[in-house]
Structures are given as structure tokens and as C-alpha cells.
T-cell receptor
Framework: DTEVTQTPKHLVMGMTNKKSLKCEQH?????MYWYKQKAKKPPELMFV???????INESVPSRFSPECPNSSLLNLHLHALQPEDSALYLC?????????????FGPGTRLTVT | GNSVTQMEGPVTLSEEAFLTINCTYT??????LFWYVQYPGEGLQLLLK?????DKGSNKGFEATYRKETTSFHLEKGSVQVSDSAVYFC?????????FGTGTSLTVIP
């Protein structure tokens, strides 16, 4: 099973709302990633969790807050977002982040901030 | 630094035409190379990979060969179908970080 699941598929939220995106994998991978993708652009790395610890934060604004409750789950908590944060948010996982392994991506959450 | 350069799109081909999407890279050490495909409204799917020089990755009729001498990993398919219409991303992994190319949009017309 090489599946990464993400919920919800679509999310519309106001600038004062608080919401969370969820990601799950059962491949035993120890690295998990959040990416942001704008239309017609490649994914931009936001966060990397390695063995359930945050290892990379690509200078992401604090209105995005990641959480890794266990090795299979990854959340992204959203608060006070701006319209320019509207994008496709992709979760990915790989065996680990210390060697060159492929990343497996989920289908993404399409976020619209109104 | 490390980077991936992909040919600019969009690319439009007729069904059964031959496809080449160029990808070159700059990297220290011995990266692994990947092609990902993204269909409209979906996430990225791994299409193929190669982990060392002269390796050929292949899947669903697509092929790419890891050429260290030319630092290239060009994607090819002998006969494209309408269902191959998507955005294709070349990527490399140095073991420390993943780098994506800018993506090439392919449209195949009947």
C-alpha cells in the first residue's frame, strides 16, 4: 500500500476561522512533509517531520502550525489565514529524510480563504 | 547549489506522437532522480525513478535514463495518449532535500 490520505479534500474558510488539515500514511515512513502548491507551479516545501520531530521549517508564517501526533499522522493547523494562502496543500511521506528516497504524495486539500 | 531545469511548456502533441520532455540537473554528490505526474485536480504521482548513473526508470510506457555525463534525465514516451495529458515534474533528491523542476504541461489531442 503506497497511499497517503488527506482530509478534507476541499476547505473554504474565513480569515478569522481556525481549521486543521489531516494527513495519514501506513507505509511505516519516518519522514512526512507539507507542501503548498499554487496553480501552474511546483510544490513549495513548508515543513518536514523526521521521526516525529520538526526538522525543517521553511520560514513559514506562524498562522500555519504543524503537528505530528505519531509516526502515521500529520496535521496542519490553520488560523487567521490570508486570501493569498489559498492553494493546494499537499502532504507527502518517504522512508526517511536522510537518504534519497522517493516521496509519496496525497491527493491534496484545496483551500480557499475568503 | 542544487537545482533542476525543465523545458518550458506547454507542450501540445497529437495522439500517438513521440514525447520528449527535457530535464537537466545540478547537484553535488550522487542524487536520485524522479519524474512525477500531476493530473488535473490531483496530487503528484511518482511516475519513475533512477538512483544511480546509467539506470533507466520506466513505467506505463514512459522511460528516462540517468545520464551523469550530461547531467540529464529526459522523459520519453514512444506513443502518447489523450490520457497522458497532465503536468510532469522532474525532481532530484540529494538525501538532504528534494528539488522540483518548474513542471511541463502536456496536452495530447485526438
Amino acid at each position: 500500500d503506497t497511499e497517503v490520505t488527506q482530509t478534507p479534500k476541499h476547505l473554504v474558510m474565513g480569515m478569522t476561522n481556525k481549521k486543521s488539515l489531516k494527513c495519514e500514511q501506513h507505509m511505516g515512513h519516518r519522514a512526512m512533509y507539507w507542501y503548498k502548491q499554487k496553480a501552474k507551479k511546483p510544490p513549495e516545501l513548508m515543513f518536514v517531520y523526521s521521526y516525529e520531530k520538526l526538522s525543517i521549517n521553511e520560514s513559514v508564517p506562524s498562522r500555519f502550525s504543524p503537528e505530528c501526533p505519531n509516526s502515521s499522522l500529520l496535521n496542519l493547523h490553520l488560523h487567521a489565514l490570508q486570501p493569498e494562502d489559498s492553494a493546494l496543500y499537499l502532504c507527502a511521506s518517504s522512508r526517511n529524510d536522510r537518504e534519497a528516497y522517493e516521496q509519496y504524495f496525497g491527493p491534496g486539500t484545496r483551500l480557499t480563504v475568503t | 547549489g542544487n537545482s533542476v531545469t525543465q523545458m518550458e511548456g506547454p507542450v501540445t502533441l497529437s495522439e500517438e506522437a513521440f514525447l520528449t520532455i527535457n530535464c537537466t540537473y545540478t547537484a553535488t554528490g550522487y542524487p536520485s532522480l524522479f519524474w512525477y505526474v500531476q493530473y488535473p485536480g490531483e496530487g503528484l504521482q511518482l511516475l519513475l525513478k533512477a538512483t544511480k548513473a546509467d539506470d533507466k526508470g520506466s513505467n506505463k510506457g514512459f522511460e528516462a535514463t540517468y545520464r551523469k555525463e550530461t547531467t540529464s534525465f529526459h522523459l520519453e514516451k514512444g506513443s502518447v495518449q489523450v490520457s497522458d495529458s497532465a503536468v510532469y515534474f522532474c525532481a532530484l533528491d540529494t538525501g538532504n532535500q528534494f528539488y522540483f523542476g518548474t513542471g511541463t504541461s502536456l496536452t495530447v489531442i485526438p
